[in-house]
């Protein structure tokens, strides 16, 4: 009795499970979220802090290095990093694991207890904590070609009416501003005019103090009061300066006879920006402000963008006049292009495999009744997603195409054996049953061993694992379903079906029937040449084995040579540029380079929209540095030709952009991240560690990164290493005569207030403009302070009211130091990216530059990667011990199957000839072996295992009925080679889609159809003769027959 006997007797109940299979799936599909990744980086928190008028290494001694020890103590912490830059800091922390919302509440619970110790304009403006990724999903340009507004305007505008929206909506991390910053109200001193009324820049900040304040004053008749108290009267009075006028009649300073000095009277008042640090310019060269929308962490990039268009679209009508909006970038397009190719590849993988099975099988019937696993076990796979809290993305559609071609081989082995016994007379009922008696233990085992090869998948930790995880559960679900349907609904649709005498066939169809007859009689033709072969190779089992041995000699070195990467870089049409000019380059210099940039980048045509931002970079903002944002053609409006990739326009934009600036600085190019939430940058990103302890001055520490970045250009391998940083920016050193300052009676916290206040902008205290609060800034006039020496024009009060000029008290001596510096875990670190030469994998070039350092022996340095390049390395030999440990878990679950520690290693030997096929088909295309591909060594171990099942299991059961072994195996060969054929090539029809994938996300689709193709084609063919020779030989020496052996 077979397990299929129950479902034999009652068709209906067979033909009800498998109805609820495919409607329980259904159900679930419709509740699945589609997106192109699930949430792989892990959670990001960061803490952000502003200190107007501060150097770098002054917020690092005074904010970040307080901070980072406040924050280093917290749980799941995985990597603590910050950046300090003038006027402000901002430490990042990455997770391990836990959610992001308690993540974020224990950050921000430690940063308040940290807050009081803080520097004074510090803590006056609180921390910012925030949980999102760091790269952008969305960059919205906003530019006016009418002329009629100015920035202050579109910023104004952009933040009413887009970014609070925006901010509010789920999944959004943060909303920024780029190329402006939010409204603040601006007082533009000037210091003749100070002096001329014997005032002093803090003197006026205290005046705005005294007069701008929120009037709080009780209640008339508020409780405690007299009982016969019949009312209360809620006291009011406007104790805010509402508006510009207001705040220029602000009273600074009475003059006697009724005269006064007024705000007005020292300055202008303005509503202008907070910071005036970056400027930027769209592809046209339009004047723009831009709104950079990062998505907050675990949440999905479609919806997000979906919901950012919806609201958008909702206050388009109150758009200004002549006020554009461009997308400049929109990570969502790329993802719905990769999505739409996927279910291409699986609407094709389907139709493919069944014109396999009706060519192979050449029978109607039969090819439909085994095509009804398709859509079974890929439908019943959505329940289990669901339950998981899986989504429909890329990694789930690269499971289910996978699946395509395998679900259909256990139904293909049961109906092709019972459609054979049919032929040869048996009633077809009886043939159901028999052949179920023989091939129930086979397709529960090739089961079992595609689905526990997935189990050391769960154990992987972090990234990787998430990335492994959803493509196990798609496989894992469809062989699950798979397996049920072809033990129940196949053979009794085979038992019902197959007897029934069917009306001959319309004429126009009989052409079609020849057909289907000429392809079966091909298959049963390969039968006869097959066993002339399989003689031969028999009888040289030793040239065999000797072969065999070969192979495995080959597929060891191949392995070892094969370059190993991460995840592959795919063409998302997106291109990033930094724009890095000498040390102490004005803003205006940024701009102008920048416009000869995009003047370049306007004549390529395949270059859509563009926003070019000077004063900013990615990580830290300086006024010699600059970003780009550049958007192409969707790919399939640019085609699939490799000039037209995305990597052939960075290629040839490079050398323009070089040449355009001539040798005025640098530019550098990238392409995203193939994984978001890694970093805004590709190549190899790392961080050159400080572990001196303090003995290393940051002038030393830049000569170890750039004797690291040249000892690494060396090797021949990169196009660049190189890193930002530089300790040696232009800036001038204010000396104060500390003697002096004492005999005139000043302090030294008087002397810094007035030249902070001057040239850093102070904020004094907050009012109201069209009911949002805006921050009330004060500094001296451009103009009065672009030269050095302005700085000695300044006056200082002393300790008897005094007016000091700060001339007698310090001197201005040429400096240089940094214009940020960088912490990775609490120790100072610099930045160092790599960008690979064509043909170099990602793997290697980590191993490479581990060696560049070791080869070095610097005591004070270490390496640390950071990003996706960090997930890598920690990946490290985990492939190989996953695919030991999968190998592994087969041969035990085989071994408690067949109750036998000899047979699982007779199945398993075609496992190392699926190894060289991959080998070979990774070199043949110039690939490398990365985590799909990984994911493709994984399904050929059960692939490999399932053609060695078929034939062991029937040339056991007939040594069981006393039939020599060399018999046994030679009937089980020949029988089982048309299953064989038709699920080898069903399989492999089911990835020609994945092999020969074009359009967005094809790499990706590349690399694992290249493995699983290249790896079943080669195990397929050897082991239909390896295999038999080597059960001959080890189940001859266990039952003693050794003779046989010659």
Request: cysteine-free.
């Amino acid at each position: 009795m077979s397990v299929s006997d129950p479902f034999l007797k009652r068709p209906l109940l067979t033909l009800v499970v498998s109805i609820l299979i495919v409607l329980a799936g259904l159900v679930s599909l419709s509740g699945l979220e589609i997106e192109n990744l699930p949430p792989i980086a892990p959670t990001r928190v960061s803490v952000s802090a502003s200190y107007p008028g501060a150097s770098a290494e002054v917020v690092e001694q005074g904010v970040t290095d307080l901070l980072e020890r406040q924050l280093n103590s917290l749980e799941r912490l995985d990597t603590l990093t910050s950046t300090s830059t003038a006027n402000g800091a901002s430490v990042s922390l990455r997770f391990r694991s836990g959610s992001g919302e308690l993540n974020q509440i224990n950050v921000q619970n430690e940063a308040a207890l940290i807050t009081r110790r803080l520097p004074q304009p510090v803590s006056r403006q609180g921390l910012r904590v925030r949980r999102s990724g760091n790269d952008l999903l969305m960059v919205l340009s906003f530019s006016d070609s009418s002329g009629n507004y100015d920035r202050a305007f579109i910023s104004g505008w952009l933040e009413r009416q887009v970014r609070d929206p925006l901010q509010r909506l789920d999944g959004v991390g943060e909303v920024v501003l780029f190329g402006s910053s939010e409204l603040a109200y601006r007082i533009w001193l000037d210091p003749t005019q100070l002096n001329r009324f014997d005032l002093t820049i803090d003197e006026v900040n205290q005046a705005l103090r005294r007069e701008n304040v929120l009037a709080a004053l009780g209640q008339v008749g508020d409780a405690p009061a007299p009982a016969d108290q019949q009312y209360t009267l809620p006291l009011r009075m406007e104790g805010r300066l509402r508006s510009q006028r207001e705040l220029e009649n602000l009273l600074v300073k009475p003059l006697g006879g009724g005269n006064s000095v007024r705000l007005r009277d020292l300055g202008r008042v303005s509503l202008g920006e907070e910071r005036y640090g970056s400027v930027a310019r769209n592809l046209q060269g339009q004047p723009t402000v831009a709104v950079g929308i990062f998505q907050r962490d675990g949440s999905n990039a479609l919806l997000v963008s979906q919901q950012v268009k919806a609201a958008l679209d909702r206050v388009s009508l109150d758009f200004p006049p002549g006020l554009e909006i461009q997308y400049i970038v929109d990570v969502a397009d790329n993802v719905r292009e990769s999505i739409d190719q996927a279910f291409d590849a699986l609407r094709d993988a389907v139709l493919l495999v069944f014109a396999v099975l009706l060519l192979g099988l050449g029978n109607g019937r039969l090819a439909l009744i085994t095509a009804v696993a398709v859509p079974v076990a890929l439908i019943g796979s959505f329940t289990l997603l669901k339950l998981s809290g899986g989504t429909i993305n890329t990694l789930t559609l690269f499971g289910l195409v996978l699946a395509t071609g395998v679900v259909v081989d256990d139904a293909i082995v049961v109906s092709e054996d019972i459609g054979r016994r049919i032929e040869l007379g048996e009633p077809p009922l009886r043939a159901a049953r028999h052949a179920m008696q023989e091939l129930g233990g086979a397709v529960i085992a090739t089961s079992l061993v595609l689905i526990v090869v997935f189990l050391p998948v769960l154990l992987i930790p972090g990234s990787l694992g998430r990335l492994y995880q959803p493509i196990a559960l798609v496989i894992s679900s469809t062989i699950l379903f798979s397996t049920i349907n072809a033990l129940t609904f196949t053979p009794v649709a085979s038992a019902v079906l197959l007897g029934r005498q069917l009306p001959p066939p319309p004429a126009f169809l009989l052409r079609f029937r020849r057909l289907l007859d000429r392809s079966s009689a091909w298959l049963e033709g390969l039968h006869r040449p097959y066993e002339r072969a399989l003689e031969w190779v028999l009888r040289h089992r030793r040239g065999t084995l000797a072969v065999l041995v070969l192979g495995l000699l080959l597929t060891g070195l191949g392995l070892r040579a094969l370059p190993t990467g991460f995840i592959p870089q795919e063409d998302v049409g997106q291109i990033r540029g930094v724009l890095l000019l000498p040390e102490g380059a004005s803003l205006a210099r940024s701009q102008a380079a920048m416009r000869k940039l995009q003047e370049v980048v306007a004549q390529e045509p395949l270059i859509r929209t563009g926003n070019f931002y000077a004063g900013r970079s990615f990580g830290d903002s300086a006024p010699n540095k600059g970003i780009f944002f550049l958007r192409l053609d969707y790919l399939s409006e640019r085609g699939t030709s490799p000039a037209n990739s995305t990597s052939a326009v960075l290629d040839r934009l490079g050398p323009k952009l070089r040449q355009a600036l001539n040798g005025e600085g640098q530019v550098f190019l990238t392409q995203p991240l193939p994984v978001r939430g890694f970093g805004s940058e590709g190549g190899i990103s790392l961080n050159l560690l400080d572990v001196s302890g303090g003995a290393m001055s940051l002038q030393q520490f830049a000569q170890e990164a750039e004797a690291f970045s040249k000892a690494a250009m060396a090797t021949g391998q990169f196009r660049r290493v190189g890193s930002r940083f530089s300790a040696n920016a232009p800036s001038m050193q204010v000396v104060p005569d500390r003697e002096r300052m004492a005999a005139v009676g000043v302090n030294l916290q008087e002397l810094v207030s007035v030249i902070g206040d001057s040239f850093g902008s102070t904020y004094v205290n907050d009012t109201f403009e069209d009911a949002r609060v805006r921050r009330i800034l004060v500094q001296l006039e451009g103009d009065e302070r672009s030269r050095p020496e302005d700085v000695l024009r300044l006056t200082v009060r002393n300790n008897d009211g005094e007016l000091i000029p700060l001339s007698t008290l310090v001197r201005l001596e040429p400096s240089t130091g940094p214009t940020s510096i960088t912490h990775a875990e609490l120790s100072r670190s610099i930045s160092i990216r790599a960008a690979l030469k064509p043909g170099v994998s990602s793997g290697q070039a980590i191993a490479l530059l581990e060696q560049v350092q070791a080869n070095r022996n610097s005591p004070v340095t270490e390496l640390m990667f950071t990003g996706l390049s960090r997930e890598e390395q920690r990946a490290g030999g985990g492939t190989w011990q996953l695919f030991g440990l999968g190998l592994l878990v087969v041969y035990l679950v085989l071994a408690a199957l067949y109750e036998s520690a000899i047979d699982p290693l007779v199945i398993l030997v075609t496992v190392p000839l699926a190894l060289l096929g991959v080998v070979v088909g990774l070199a043949s295309r110039g690939l490398f072996l990365d985590v799909y591909g990984q994911v493709g060594v994984l399904v050929l171990i059960s692939l490999a295992a399932k053609n060695g099942i078929l034939i062991v299991e029937f040339a056991n059961q007939r040594v069981k009925d006393g039939h020599p072994v060399s018999l046994a195996i030679r009937e089980a060969a020949r029988l089982r080679l048309r299953p064989i054929l038709l699920t080898g090539i069903s399989s492999l029809a089911g990835f020609l889609p994945l092999l020969l994938a074009r359009g967005a996300g094809a790499a990706s689709r590349i690399s694992i159809g290249t493995v699983v193709f290249s790896g079943l084609l080669v195990s397929t063919a050897l082991s239909l003769f390896v295999l038999p020779v080597i059960y001959e030989v080890i189940k001859s020496w266990e039952t003693g027959d050794r003779r046989k052996l010659g």
